[in-house]
């Protein structure tokens, strides 16, 4: 794990002298496999919402209804897995590891334990805490379900990300589920479906009721993280709208069809993207806080 931002050296020693973080994601990932891609998705929009600070777990107070309470993110989980990481590093090392940072490192040991094959990436350091949320930016950050493709191309831009680095970011729909609510206009009104994987989400997903049914959102290896989701695009079984405009005859084709046939390229840059995305508007230094209670300002 890199110190690209200032940080006391005692953090990068603590944090590679022991497993706590690996053995507390690997123990919920046990616990329930969809867990991984929920921390993944985590990191992921606390990112893309003013950058890298954790300020996607602050509760709600008096004045601020908090991120996690708006658009797309009242779905948002694994919460209570980063407390119970907190917790013991606070034992550990009072003061010195920031929710931030946890956010970024049980990303990336989200995805090695559900990758095949195995691989890993270097995590950087040094973020510290925002002591605000922002519930006002959270809806013009965080691409939707529902967006086209140039949509999602340009979501990703304003973050600085290629049309190849969304592609890859997007592999994290490898593993997890999406409600009905979130695919049922896709498997009822469109036709970029293959027709047997609409009919047998139906069953999961009615016309009307049942908004919070969940289906996998890669059919053929759903709690592993590997390139059977870009196989399933070029065959039509995208679950999301989102999904399957990646492969829709548009200009993202030939990099889904690059992904389904070689997995190194994959994970390289995936890897890429991930380190990247953790270097969005980092507070660093004296900026922010640490917090002692990642759901509370200090």
Request: with cysteine.
């Amino acid at each position: 794990m890199a110190p690209l931002f200032p940080v006391p050296s005692v953090l990068t020693t603590i944090i590679k002298s022991c497993l706590l973080f690996s053995l507390l994601v690997d123990s919920a990932i046990s616990s329930e496999a969809r867990m991984g891609a929920s921390l993944i998705r985590l990191h992921f929009h606390d990112c893309f919402v003013n950058g890298c600070d954790a300020s996607v777990l602050l509760d709600k107070t008096a004045t601020e209804p908090g991120e996690k309470n708006v658009g797309p993110n009242p779905s948002l989980r694994g919460y209570e897995v980063i407390d119970t990481i907190k917790s013991q590093l606070e034992n550990l090392c009072p003061g010195v590891v920031s929710c931030a940072d946890i956010l970024a490192v049980a990303a990336r040991d989200s995805a090695v334990a559900l990758s095949a094959p195995s691989w890993s990436w270097t995590v950087d350091l040094g973020r510290r805490d925002s002591a605000t949320a922002s519930s006002a930016a959270v809806t013009s950050n965080i691409p939707l379900p529902t967006l086209d493709l140039s949509g999602l191309i340009s979501a990703f831009s304003k973050k600085g990300f290629t049309a190849k680095e969304m592609v890859a970011l997007s592999g994290i729909h490898s593993v997890g589920q999406a409600s009905c609510r979130n695919f049922r206009t896709r498997i009822y009104n469109e036709t970029n479906i293959d027709s047997s994987y609409a009919t047998s989400l139906k069953s999961v997903c009615p016309s009307t009721g049942g908004d919070n049914n969940l289906a996998p959102l890669d059919v053929t290896t759903p709690t592993t993280f590997d390139n059977n989701y870009y196989t399933n695009l070029i065959n039509k079984k995208g679950l999301l709208h989102s999904d399957q405009q990646l492969f829709s005859g548009g200009s993202t084709d030939s990099i889904v069809t690059t992904y389904s046939k070689n997995v190194g390229n994959l994970i390289t840059d995936f890897a890429n993207a991930m380190v990247k995305m953790g270097r969005l508007s980092p507070l660093t230094g004296t900026s922010g806080q640490i917090r002692k209670n990642c759901r509370i300002a200090n």
